[in-house]
């Protein structure tokens, strides 16, 4: 003897059926997220350092970017010379930022020179354009930005002296705000 | 059937129970605190005006129905098979589909266009003999009579072999011969112990065939023997209008 209880059609118990399912789907897709989630290291960047991709004018990152380029070219030419070459020798093969063009002019017009063989200097008659460059020369190339007017050629190119005259290192991130765009 | 042939009879078709059922479509209210019990093994007819809620109370039986209160199989032992033999059959007169290709879509799990089951066959052929349509297989069911296709119908609610048959006015389309076929076929339920529900309105029929009448209009208006509940009064009271329950006999 069973006895079998005829239930209501469409009485709330379909409801929870699907309900229950939003709740599974939602459970699953929620642990997946956590558990395939991995934390955002965010890099601070240093009182004494500028972001290139925030902290920089247009002009600033186009010249920037320029540098980076002819770098390159700058290392070739002092394997096959071993010395520096000159700005002007720059500007004459047309290697950006040297060379004197249009871009150039609109950049803020920087007048470089090479200091010692150490170090590239563009000094910004216009800073509110673009500030002045400085591109170490060394194992570790880098470039500095001095927003001041009137910038004088550092004596002392170590990291300190240039911080004590106003300068600050230019570096570039590669972290995840390079696809997505973070506001600080 | 006599009293001593019924006691012979293993009965093992379940017992319903209407418990204060209630149905409200919209705000149409369709079933009225209806009560009333199914005994195991019986042929129990159903009659009412049309909008009386008989189909609908079918309909609840087969959980088909947002129902309010209790309604129950009392099975003699583990829940069994309920078949059900629907009032008429919708579909397009030109279909291509046989008497064949409908039985194997309702019986078997294999699609219909791959032909009959080697293990259903023998069934479908034995269920559509029962009915007498043996020689009409593979007629197309859009050019049957609306008799045939009603005796098609209740061979399928023969397959397979129900413990509680609800048959929905299965005699309203058939004819003399067919009516015969039907009569046998509840007689051979009958005596197999199954549970009938059948809906009616041949009240000759119902008082020669059914072994409990309930008068279905909105409410019960009467539950009982044929013999004694369809009396000349009560079926004026069941056909009226305005449906008043104070004519029943429980």
Redesign the interface.
Known sequence: MSTQVVRPAGAGHETLYVLLLCLLILTVAGSVVAWRHESQEVTSVATHQLDARRDLTAAEQGIYADLRVTLDEIQLLREESSTLPQPAQLAEEGFAPFASDASSVSRGNHAWQLLGQQAYLGVSPNPEVAGSFLMRIADQPDIWLNRQHAVSPPVDLSDAALNQSGWQQVIAQFDAGVTRQHRH | MTAAERLSVKVCG?GVEFDQVSLTLGRTPILDHVSFSIRPGSVHALVGPNGGGKSSLIK?????????G??????????GLIGYVPQALEFDRGLPMTVDDFMAAMCQRRPAFMGLSRKVAPAIGEALERVGMQDKRKRRMGALSGGERQRVLLAQGLIPAPQLLVLDEPMSALDEAGARVFERLLTDWSQAGVTVVWIEHDLAAVKRLAERVTGLNRQVLFDGPPEQTLSPERLLTLFSTHPKAHGSAL
């Open positions: 379940p609840t039986l087969l959980g088909q129905m947002p129902h309010q209790r309604l129950c199989l009392n099975w003699p032992g583990e829940p």
